[in-house]
């Protein structure tokens, strides 16, 4: 079992910036690929970034594309959402997700994805 703790979400204006972390622990070793979802209120729950276990292929929704960037520290097993220029459509619970997979087929669709974590809100203000 893999465990993902999400933290850094809060309230913030728009036009501001947060940064999303992820750690993930338990069985760990081996290739994952780590993603990050959203979801709204009412809304189904979208793909926003994914990353490569090695880190050298990224993929971002075309709605967060130039604002948002996706990274990953392997030794310290994490992995960062840094969110520049926020709108008040970002505003969601973002979900850590990651599987034990190099491929990249189809990472934009989390039923890809074996182990989420449990959420954390970003509320942006008008």
């Known amino acids: 079992q893999v465990q993902l703790v999400e933290s850094g979400g809060g309230l913030v204006q728009a036009g501001g910036s947060l940064r999303l972390s992820c750690a993930a622990s338990?069985?760990?070793?081996?290739?994952?690929?780590m993603a990050w979802f959203r979801q709204a209120p009412g809304k189904e729950r979208d793909f926003v970034a994914a990353?490569?276990?090695?880190?050298?292929?990224?993929d971002l929704a075309d709605s967060v594309k130039g604002r948002f960037t996706i990274s990953r520290d392997n030794a310290k097993k994490t992995v960062f959402l840094q969110m520049n220029s926020l709108k008040p459509e970002d505003t969601a619970v973002y979900y850590c997700a990651t599987a034990p997979r190099r491929a990249t087929t189809s990472w934009t669709n989390l039923n890809y994805y074996n182990y989420w974590g449990q959420g954390t809100q970003v509320t942006v203000s008008s």
């Open positions: 338990g069985r760990t070793s081996g290739s994952y690929i």
């Open positions: 990353i490569s276990w090695n880190g050298d292929r990224t």
